[in-house]
């Protein structure tokens, strides 16, 4: 594939092939002097934005749960690489703890271009059927939605005055589970589908300022779904048209694009599933 350029917001843009088989062209722009802030660093699809980020010339705060070892080990990782890398301890679903997180994280920065809402769970090692009303109870409900729902509204809400100094982005992980009510189990999918609903209502709110946009990805190969049952996933990529998994690079792809590839584009949820949901 031939390089191609295109200019918006005084940045060039280039578009490069990855190896043949491991997807799209990978957008990379010079991010050098911009800064940025992802939840849920740690691993997957957070892991794969923090990096895509960071290799672009950003500095890039990993937010990751204090006591989880792989945050720590990641961010050590990638400063050895060379990388802007700082490190943003906390658990965005604790009322107090998400806000603490977001100001430590923009003191160390300097200032903030882009917060990526990518810290989730399906608080399930394995899907639970949507007959099975008996085992969503009010626990498994709030967990589920203090951090996909009320997690990224917390982290925004903390973010904006920074963000509106920056002229900044924001990009939150929704799901197609919010779209066609799939997923892990019934508070999952509508958490997911709250996530775009908050999406919207976030990008006219913080207009002109501030892009707010979500990305909706389909079966992702990742470590929340190796306890599945293996005919579920080999389902779900037998039903995908491109016939393969997403992959965390994937998700991270549309991320960067919507927060740094693109001017003109906000309250918009991107759908990256292979075509899934056709």
Request: charged share 20%; net charge positive.
């Amino acid at each position: 594939m031939d390089p191609g350029f295109y200019r918006g917001d005084n940045r060039i843009v280039a578009l490069r092939a990855r190896q043949p088989g491991t997807g799209s062209a990978m957008i990379t722009i010079d991010l050098t002097g911009k800064t940025a802030l992802v939840t849920g660093g740690a691993s997957g699809i957070g892991l794969a934005t923090v990096e895509m980020f960071a290799r672009a010339g950003a500095t890039v705060a990993l937010n990751h749960l204090a006591d989880d070892p792989r945050g720590a080990q990641q961010v050590e990782r990638l400063k050895g690489q060379g990388l802007k890398i700082v490190s943003a301890p906390g658990n965005v679903s604790k009322p107090g703890e998400a806000e603490a997180m977001v100001a430590r994280a923009i003191d160390a920065l300097g200032r903030l271009d882009v917060l990526v809402n990518n810290a989730g769970t399906p608080a399930t090692p394995a899907p639970i059927p949507f007959a099975e009303l008996d085992r969503l109870t009010e626990e498994f409900w709030q967990t589920i939605l203090n951090t996909n729902l009320i997690g990224p509204f917390r982290c925004t809400h903390a973010a904006v005055g920074a963000l509106r100094q920056a002229k900044g982005a924001i990009c939150s992980t929704a799901s197609i589970a919010g779209v066609q009510g799939s997923g892990s189990s019934i508070p999952y999918a509508t958490s997911k589908a709250g996530v775009i609903n908050l999406t919207r209502s976030l990008a006219r709110s913080l207009a002109p300022e501030i892009r707010v946009n979500a990305v909706a990805p389909g079966f992702v190969d990742s470590p929340w779904n190796k306890d599945w049952p293996s005919d579920r996933k080999q389902q779900s990529v037998e039903k995908t048209p491109l016939r393969r998994a997403c992959t965390p690079q994937d998700i991270a792809d549309a991320i960067f694009f919507l927060c740094a590839g693109t001017s003109m584009v906000t309250g918009q949820t991107l759908i990256v599933d292979g075509g899934l949901t056709l």
